[in-house]
């Protein structure tokens, strides 16, 4: 149990467009799910918290116009990168809350040309 | 800033017991350990996680020392599969909705040798 899917699992894009990037819990319904961002041999960091009808809270230092997030259901929150450019290129994983635990996606690899 | 300090790498040999420990000396009463890995390019993968006492599961033990300010994840019999980045991280003690949130350090990279 406590599953949770990205989508896609990779994705290569031109600067200047926008990719979607989905997080689905399968098998139980999140409240909440994070947004992570990771750089070759870097740690994760926090982008975002996202809240099932509300608003997301950002980390600082995050633009929230250029990463939305959408959280309109309890299994699904879409991160959107807009006019991605090349330093968005990066591995970015989610993660859903349940049962007072975090449980994380398998991450989406973004490059952009 | 992460609050917690491990060793950047480590090697074990394949089939012998991995002790990874972390440091965590400003760790507050109410807050857990906790242990995730990471193997390259997949999301983090929950291990184990504890407060004061030990903890094990079929995956690993957590030893925690009596004033808490360091732990040990011991993996019993290291596979090649466990090759990965591990994280210790410390939280609050859970206090509703998105209360939950883990900061990640670099954690240390263990190679297991065959």
């Known amino acids: 149990g406590a599953v949770v899917s990205q989508h896609p699992s990779r994705v290569i894009c031109k600067s200047g467009t926008s990719v979607k990037i989905e997080c689905r819990s399968l098998d139980f319904q999140a409240t909440t799910m994070f947004w992570y961002r990771q750089f070759p041999k870097k740690s994760l960091m926090l982008m975002a918290t996202?809240?099932?009808?509300?608003?997301?809270?950002?980390e600082q230092g995050v633009e929230k116009d250029k990463f939305l997030i959408n959280h309109a259901s309890l299994t699904l929150s879409t991160l959107t990168v807009t006019s991605a450019h090349p330093e968005d290129s990066s591995f970015y994983i989610c993660s859903a809350e349940f049962l007072n635990e975090q449980f994380f996606g398998p991450g989406t690899r973004l490059t952009v040309l | 800033d992460a609050k917690t300090t491990q060793p950047p790498s480590m090697d074990c040999a394949e089939g012998r017991a991995a002790n990874l420990p972390c440091n965590h000396s400003?760790?507050?009463?109410?807050?857990?350990v906790y242990w995730y890995r990471q193997i390259h390019s997949q999301g983090p993968q929950y291990i184990i996680h504890g407060l004061k006492n030990n903890e094990t599961n079929e995956m690993a033990s957590l030893i925690i020392t009596e004033d808490r300010k360091s732990s040990t994840l011991i993996l019993p019999h290291a596979t090649l599969r466990d090759t990965a980045v591990y994280y210790c991280?410390?939280?609050?003690?859970?206090?509703?909705?998105?209360?939950?949130?883990?900061?990640f350090g670099k954690g240390t990279k263990l190679s297991v040798i065959p």
């Open positions: 400003t760790i507050s009463g109410n807050e857990y």
């Open positions: 996202s809240n099932e009808g509300s608003k997301a809270t950002y």
């Open positions: 991280i410390v939280r609050d003690a859970y206090s509703g909705a998105g209360s939950y949130q883990l900061t």
